[in-house]
């Protein structure tokens, strides 16, 4: 997959069938005629706005491409291993709500998975394991406890479970001679491995985030709002009020402000190493989104709750590049969606993710429940007609 079909893929998180301009950040509104945007200069909605083309191409060429939400196809994508000293539960409205690793997992306490599992470099099951659909993996499968799966188990490498293993489908492993423990399952058939790894992990495919970052830092709606570009200015302030438009701050390292409150299509690029944020710091008003970008790491303690659960699709947070981290303590309620294909994501304490994630590597302590919103980010297959030029006077 190219960079351009990476871009294409998170169009689709706006809830929108096609993205922005490859340059310009996802949910906002760049301002006519920078590079990047692909707004007619002197469009206006029905509102009185300026019109957003949401389209994806050349800047300005207005081409458009719909969209498909591949990097969202399961609840939780992981680059790296995910390690779970904890439980895991998944839930989906419509569909499945499916966990899907390119490296290893060691799942040391239980899980219960509403849809399919791949831990496709190898599997360590411990406690009590429950999968609704299929499990898949290329290495081997080991561990003791219960393991209860609804669909087919794939095995690639050694089976050496021990304990009660209860398959509904088909058992299909690469070498049967390993099975040392009586197995339940609903009939066995051949393996055959999977075509390839089950997230799309090709950096070359990565959304530049910090090159986003970069171009917020020229092109941004700081000014026009009377707002410094100096992070310092949120330190002391008690609420900040973001229109619909792009903000870029540097030098942050934790937010101090009262609330931002978010009223429209806004994009936040925050640029630094590293930034905390606390609780109840940011508030999305009824129909806007907020697209939030952390140019490093993101820690947050405490009752932190993020985005609107009854809109999880409107909250998206890209995280930095390679070797950024996501560290969370306490009681979380995350509703969005998170984008952090190069950090490390690790929870500690009970979380809730209303949304999906997608991140380099996964390790949580606690509980970790995650509700996809899959059936969200398919709505639309088609691209608007872009009004026609403004007639020149």
């Known amino acids: 997959m190219d960079p351009r079909s990476a871009l294409i893929l998170l169009a689709s998180l706006a809830g929108a069938a096609c993205s922005s301009s490859p340059s310009g950040s996802l949910g906002d509104a760049p301002d006519p005629g920078a590079p990047g945007s692909s707004e007619t200069p002197g469009s206006t909605s029905p509102d009185g706005g300026a019109i957003r083309l949401t389209s994806f191409g050349d800047p300005g060429s207005g081409s458009c491409v719909p969209g498909a939400p591949d990097v969202f196809l ?31 997992t060691d799942a040391i306490t239980g899980a219960d998975i509403a849809g399919s599992f791949t831990p496709y470099s190898g599997l360590t099951a411990g406690a009590h394991l429950v999968v609704r659909d299929d499990v898949i993996t290329t290495e081997t499968l080991d561990g003791a406890g219960v393991f209860s799966i ?198 500690v304490g009970a979380t809730q993710v209303h949304g999906a994630v997608f991140a380099n590597s996964l390790t949580w302590g606690g509980a970790l429940d995650v509700s996809y919103i899959g059936g969200v980010l398919s709505a639309g297959s088609s691209c608007p007609t872009p009004p026609a030029p403004p007639t020149a006077k």
């Open 74 to 104: 399961n609840a939780i994508c992981s680059c790296q291993d995910l390690e779970e000293v904890g439980t895991l539960t998944t839930h989906a409205l419509t569909g499945a709500a499916s966990v899907a690793v390119n490296g290893r």
């Open 150 to 347: 609804g669909g087919d188990l794939s095995v690639g490498g050694d089976l050496n479970f021990g304990g009660e293993l209860t398959v509904g489908g088909m058992l299909r492993l690469a070498n049967p001679a390993s099975v040392i423990i009586p197995i339940h399952s609903g009939g066995s058939g051949p393996y055959a491995a999977p075509a390839a790894p089950p997230c799309s992990c090709d950096s070359s495919t990565f959304l530049p985030i910090s090159q986003e970052i970069a171009n917020a830092a020229l092109h941004n709606d700081n000014a026009a709002h009377g707002l410094s570009t100096n992070g310092g200015g949120f330190l002391g302030v008690g609420q900040i009020t973001l229109p619909t438009g792009s903000y870029y701050f540097h030098d942050v390292t934790h937010l101090d402000v009262g609330k931002i409150n978010i009223q429209g299509n806004v994009s936040v690029y925050f640029d630094g190493t590293s930034i905390n944020v606390g609780v109840g710091q940011f508030s999305i008003a009824a129909g806007s989104s907020l697209d939030l970008y952390i140019g490093g790491s993101l820690t947050t303690a405490g009752g932190v709750e993020l985005g609107d659960d009854s809109h999880p699709e409107k909250f998206r947070l890209f995280v930095g590049g390679a070797g950024s981290t996501v560290a969370t303590a306490g009681e979380q309620v995350w509703s969005g969606l998170i984008y952090a294909p190069q950090a490390d994501i690790e929870f």
